[in-house]
């Protein structure tokens, strides 16, 4: 049943509070000295009120899950205000410090925001990766009621390039049970879109197996068209341009009726039924396009009513319902304080009661025990909890000849051959590289994951093959096409699996180092939204030599240490990446309250994403090394190799495949100069960031707060030359100089490369055992470091 008188209310308190929160923001409150403008995006607001009204008191239930149209997050934010679920104090600091955010945030909004949005597109795809983790874990039998995963997207967002790579990997793997509702208002931030651009919406989703739903004509529309006359005034709105109809909305009633008599007056039926309105009623009437009007949206959402995924094409005017309805400048336009008394005449809203949740409601108690009845909100906050999984033993693996991304593989096989709680939750996934990562062996052993059961055709024909490769609901692999945004986008919705459907999953993901720059932004969005999971970047660097530059990674060191989120590491020995592997699987599921461990100044209690940086360069293994001191220093970012003397002239300090050119070089060197030390750097990443917690700890009073890096290098002469060297951009090592003021010289790769053997690469970028012997060569103490001989 539709309660319309409800819901028309509702729709008004909505538009209401999304817009005075904006005016609030840019027009009322303090915004400091300097500040201009905090914005807030009005009219896009007004252009998604209806369709938010719709879903979230009608058409939703609790299991749903919704990515909010980042520019409507105003008015989300109102219905979270009107249901009791965010302070008020909250909604008057919109985008300011401590109170709602531009865009809805699972992890900095306080209230029931399902998926983070805000980099147009991914909100937009990421509800497609969500319903394909529900289906995984229908398929091992862990999920209860089923969800739609829903997403509110502009129509501008079709332009983001990921959203189509994402409707194809929806496609292979049968998706179900998600709808996007197009807010289809025909302009973005500089114009009008293109004419006829709904003809290839359409097209693309049916393409992709979608159901289509046209929202053109909304209830009053239609009724016209059924008057005599009507079928040409629908014929006239079907033929009027994208820009035109905005225009003459903007004008208001007067203009439609000049414009309307100009193309198709003197023509009686249709004269009669302009006459029949007068200017008011007659915009009433242009204005109303199926996605402002809430009985047309509320019966097509309730004719969706099986799994099949459905793209509502919802038409809609920017700005609806305001003085800023139709401009072509209104995206980031705002309503002047006039513009706002005028539009606070039409709400009906007196002065003094505009934050009221209840202000000119004409049935405050009817509508109190309406929404009181509303199904999305019966259970409350809809955020879940998994309890945490038991780590298996730790694999310590014996080869005495190896790289880290085989080591990588055979460490997952032995978890997947020793079963086990954790094993069972593990997901692997790949943007087709399965076989090239090392993640062959555990497919072998878990098979791929599938809807459906499908055979390994391979296999039953009797064809010799490495893979045996069969699909099933039981499977733990998925296999995605060589996109790594989904990749991304898959990493995090898995890894959310705990909080949006109380099962907790580990997921791990492969891919080749080079190419996660190619889904950087989707890493990011994954992180922000505080998904849990393992990206192993390999190859790495240089190392997959005869590939060339294109295959070949420089700057993903830096992206480690940068991203928040994420803690990088990359070893160059087996037990080192067998210690941080089995710590990441208890650090992905750790949700502390962030205390400072006083060793580190790491807040690693609030655990976190992991990335391996791994290599396909085969090398010799230490001994076994199983001291409590060697793994904490693994896991803390560094260790001693070999141990400085007291009065050490040169420390190298390496980090990753390079380890066997640092060790050369100081077997060599060892002779020349005193007490030379190896540093083992494992983690840049957290190596830098426990020391600039440290430094802030202490300007807030910790004196004795002391980081690892500080502890290790603070030992070392004055005189003494920091030598750092890494398969990748030299920066990543380069700040270790500042930590207690050493020199320093820097060797890294800094261009792209080309093919040729690891020799030969090493050589040519000056990260071979001479380059380090000569940067050695060229130290005196005392004196200033010569860059040539």
Known sequence: MIDLDHLETLHRRLLWLSCWTIHNANHLRDKGEGEVKVGGHQASSASMAAIITSLYFHALRPEDRVAVKPHAGPVFHAVQYLMGNL???????????????????????????????GSVGLGAAFPIFASMTQDYLRGHDWTGKEGRMVALIGDAELDEGNIYEALQEGWKHDLRNVWWVIDYNRQSLDGVVREGLWHRIEAIFSAFGWRVVRLKYGALQRAAFAEPGG??????????????????????????????????????????????????????????????????????????????????????????????????????????????????????????????????????????AFLSGVPFFAKGRRRFEAPALPRPERVKLSDRMLSTQAGFGKILDEIAKAGGPLADRIVTMAPDVTVS???????????????????????????????????????????????????????????????????????????????????????????????????????????????????????????????????????????????????????????????????????????????LRLSTRPMEQPQHRGDPGFAEGVIDGAYWLREPGSNAEVVIAYQGTVATEAIEAAGRIGGDRRDIGVLAVTSADRLNAGWTAARRARARGHATAMSLAERLLARLPAHCTLITVIDGHPATLSWLGAVAGHRTVPLGVEHFGQ?????????????????????????????????SA
């Open 87 to 117: 302070p008020l104090e909250k909604l008057k600091n919109f985008r300011g410090y401590g109170g709602v955010q531009s865009y809805p945030s699972r992890t900095k909004d306080v209230d029931d925001v399902d998926f983070s949005t």
């Open 231 to 368: 079928e040409a005034l629908r014929d006239w709105i079907d033929a009027c341009p994208n820009a035109l109809y905005s225009a003459l909305t903007f004008q208001g009633g007067a203009a439609w009726r000049k414009r309307l008599m100009d193309d198709l007056g003197d023509q009686g039926a249709i004269t009669a039924l302009l006459d029949r309105r007068g200017d008011a009623e007659l915009a009433g009437l242009m204005e109303n396009l199926g996605g402002h009007c809430l009985s047309s949206l509320c019966e097509a959402f309730d004719a969706a009513d099986d799994d099949r995924p459905t793209v509502f094409l919802a038409y809609t005017i920017k700005g609806w319902g305001t003085p800023l309805a139709g401009h072509k400048d209104n995206h980031a336009g705002l309503m002047t304080p006039a513009q706002m008394e005028i539009f606070r005449g039409a709400m009906g809203v007196p002065v003094g009661v505009e934050w009221e949740p209840f202000a000119a409601v004409p049935d405050e108690s009817g509508l109190r």
């Open 437 to 611: 990562t090392n993640l062959g062996p555990w497919v072998n052993r878990r098979g791929l994951f599938a809807r459906a059961a499908r055979a390994d055709t391979f296999r039953d024909e009797r064809i010799p093959s490495a893979q045996k490769w069969a699909f099933s609901p039981k499977g733990q692999h998925v296999e995605l096409g060589i996109a790594e945004m989904n990749l991304m986008l898959m990493l995090g919705a898995t890894g959310l699996s705990h909080s949006l459907f109380g099962q907790r999953l580990i997921p791990v993901g492969t891919v080749y180092d080079p190419f996660v720059a190619r889904g950087l932004d989707a890493l990011n969005y994954a992180c922000y939204q505080d998904a849990r999971f393992l990206l192993v970047g390999t190859p790495s660097g240089v190392t997959l030599a005869p590939e060339g530059g294109a295959h070949q990674s420089i700057g993903t060191p830096l992206i480690g240490m940068a991203q928040d989120g994420l803690a990088a590491f990359e070893p160059a020995f087996l037990d080192e990446l067998s210690v941080i592997m089995d710590w990441s699987f208890d650090y992905l599921q750790r949700d502390g309250e962030g205390d400072p461990n006083e060793r580190t100044w790491l807040r690693d209690e609030t655990g976190g994403s992991v990335y």
């Open 755 to 787: 093919t040729g053997t690891i020799g030969d690469l090493y050589r040519h970028f000056g990260i071979d055992a001479d380059a380090i012997v000569a940067a050695a060569s060229r130290i005196a103490p005392g004196r200033p470091i010569r860059l």
